[in-house]
């Protein structure tokens, strides 16, 4: 049996990022699930050490290397929460966002 590379196969896609998702076989940052969240996570860049746990773990690819941290772009952020699970020093907070917050739309920025 031939081996395939995800990464030539065809309809791969190529992706800013390289993390768990990387061999989906379509761009995850063309959908805006930050309109629907209802937590979102921030970040205490105090406690970051730059590890890149969070950003290895996102499920959307929202989350790019900062020069001191991992910021991270709520457009695409759905507010699992699994950064905050994996960040292994606790810099990341989720927080009410949107109708469970104040019954508005989740925050863009
Ligand atoms: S909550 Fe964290 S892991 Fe989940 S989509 Fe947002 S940034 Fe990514
Ligand atoms: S997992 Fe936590 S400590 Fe590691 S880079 Fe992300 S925010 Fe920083």
Redesign the pocket.
């Given at each position: 049996m031939a081996l395939v590379d995800p990464k030539t196969a065809p309809g791969a896609a190529t992706f800013p990022t390289e993390a768990s998702w990387s061999d989906a076989s379509k761009d995850l940052l063309c959908l805006t699930t930050g309109s629907w969240r209802t937590e979102k996570p921030i970040?205490v860049v105090e406690?970051?050490?730059?590890?890149?746990?969070?950003?290895l773990f996102c499920p959307t690819q929202c989350i790019t290397p900062g020069e001191t941290?991992?910021p991270i772009d709520l457009t695409y952020c759905k507010g699992c929460g699994i950064?905050a699970k994996?960040?292994?020093?606790q810099?990341?907070v989720m927080v009410a966002d949107g109708d469970e917050a104040d019954g508005s739309p989740a925050d863009q920025t």
């Open positions: 970040v406690k970051c050490t730059y590890c890149g746990q969070c950003y941290y991992f950064c994996e960040c292994p020093t810099a990341i």
